[in-house]
């Protein structure tokens, strides 16, 4: 974390190969979480560069308080995509067709992977709006349940309930599709 510390104190005097660490550190997980939330190449696309943007402008005002930058970060995606619900005024719906990457010398496991992703993407639009949070950030963005507590604002324990929960709701949800 101290290295961390020191890149965003770089990218907060204005050193741009700073920012651009902090940048590539941390995309891929931002566009993941992003994929999860708003199920469209594209618009995760959009959003996870304007999580950046908005990151980059309000960079200077950045107080380091201990916690990974990702939890400030992840806090920004989160509010992007609570104002897209906003302006659409209607449930996210989620999305996995382009977040995992298959080799394409194995269609056969192309189309298996594409399959189990979609059930679980149905899956996941039976749950409650919390529970997608956590699971998009514990699993698209591959946090530790301490920072999704933090984007969140709940405590760890609340987080770690949010989480079982949402498992099991996937499972039996997958079970029960599996069944018929």
Request: zero cysteines; aromatic letters at 8%; a neutral charge.
């Amino acid at each position: 974390m101290q290295d961390e510390e020191s890149i965003v104190r770089a990218a907060q005097k204005g050193d741009s190969d700073a920012f651009s660490m902090l940048y590539e550190g941390h995309f891929d997980k931002v566009y993941r979480y992003m994929s999860l939330r708003v199920g469209d190449r594209a618009e995760a696309e959009d959003m996870t560069q304007q999580v950046f943007v908005k990151a980059f402008e309000a960079l200077p005002a950045f107080k380091w308080r201990g916690a990974p930058f990702a939890s400030w970060l992840f806090r920004i995606a989160h509010n992007q995509v609570v104002d897209r619900q906003r302006r659409r005024g209607k449930q996210v719906t989620t999305s996995l067709e382009e977040v995992t990457a298959v080799s394409g010398d194995d269609p056969e496991g192309m189309v298996e992977t594409r399959m189990s992703v979609e059930q679980v993407v149905a899956a996941t639009r039976r749950l409650t709006p919390a529970q997608r949070e956590v699971i998009g950030l514990r699993f698209g963005a591959e946090m530790s349940t301490s920072e999704v507590a933090r984007v969140m604002g709940k405590s760890e324990g609340a987080v770690k309930a949010l989480q079982h929960s949402a498992v099991v709701a996937l499972r039996k949800v997958l079970m029960r599709d599996d069944d018929g």
